[in-house]
């Protein structure tokens, strides 16, 4: 008798683990779209790719980059104003953002390779930060930062000065800054090493006699 109970009892447990199963792989593979969908917003390239459609080209380029006073991770507060004289690469990201993770060790090495030269690089973190969980968004993000080996400044609040730098709508959004303080150039999305080096070439011989 015991043993006629003991059947169906293992096959609803069988049954149930399934539907479990079912069910958390269903919400798995919903939560992958929603991350993919997310992705697709990123995921621009520079042209773009089989278009007839014109490369990005901000409103901004040709024109003074909006100054801004941002916070580092460390409270330090840094101004795009006082580093004037040096050719500088505003860069808005996010750790979610899988382009940024791609291009974030070209800045590394550009870094150490032109900053001699008188390139400095901001990575803006474009998300709002959680003012009731700060100390954990915080640590979170400097774990990020020396997981990465990123060796130039991460400034908070990008979120803030999103608008005077006409929106950011996809990330990454870069701006090459020369050393008067004008916008030279500007990507958005994920663009080739090459184009980002041109850039900075660009930045860096611009205003570099005045």
């Known amino acids: 008798m015991k043993r006629n109970l003991l059947v169906p009892i293992v096959v609803l447990a069988a049954l149930a683990l399934m539907v479990w199963a079912g069910v958390t792989n269903y919400r798995h593979r919903k939560q992958q779209q929603a991350q993919m969908q997310k992705m697709e917003a990123v995921l621009i390239p520079n042209p773009p790719?089989?278009?007839?459609?014109?490369?990005?080209?901000?409103?901004?380029?040709?024109?003074?980059?909006?100054?801004?006073?941002?916070?580092?991770l460390s409270g330090k507060k840094?101004?795009?104003?006082?580093?004037?004289?040096?050719?500088v690469i505003v860069d808005f990201w996010a750790t979610w953002c899988a382009p940024c993770k791609v291009e974030i060790p070209w800045f590394a090495k550009f870094h150490d390779q032109y900053s001699a030269q008188g390139l400095e690089i901001l990575g803006v973190y474009a998300d709002e930060l959680d003012k009731d969980n700060l100390v954990k968004?915080?640590?979170?993000?400097?774990?990020?930062?020396t997981d990465m080996h990123m060796n130039y400044p991460v400034l908070l609040g990008?979120?803030?000065?999103?608008?005077?730098?006409?929106?950011?709508?996809?990330?990454?959004?870069?701006?090459?800054?020369?050393?008067?303080?004008?916008?030279?150039?500007?990507?958005?999305?994920?663009?080739?090493?090459?184009?980002?080096?041109?850039?900075?070439?660009?930045?860096?011989?611009?205003?570099?006699?005045?």
């Open 137 to 145: 968004e915080k640590a979170d993000i400097a774990k990020f930062m």
């Open 158 to 210: 990008g979120d803030g000065i999103a608008k005077p730098y006409g929106g950011i709508d996809a990330l990454p959004t870069t701006f090459f800054i020369d050393r008067n303080g004008k916008v030279v150039a500007s990507t958005l999305g994920l663009v080739g090493r090459d184009e980002i080096e041109a850039n900075i070439k660009k930045a860096l011989a611009s205003g570099a006699s005045s």
């Open 49 to 72: 790719a089989a278009s007839d459609e014109a490369p990005y080209r901000s409103p901004l380029e040709g024109k003074p980059a909006p100054d801004f006073t941002l916070e580092d």
């Open 78 to 87: 840094v101004s795009l104003a006082s580093l004037k004289g040096k050719a």
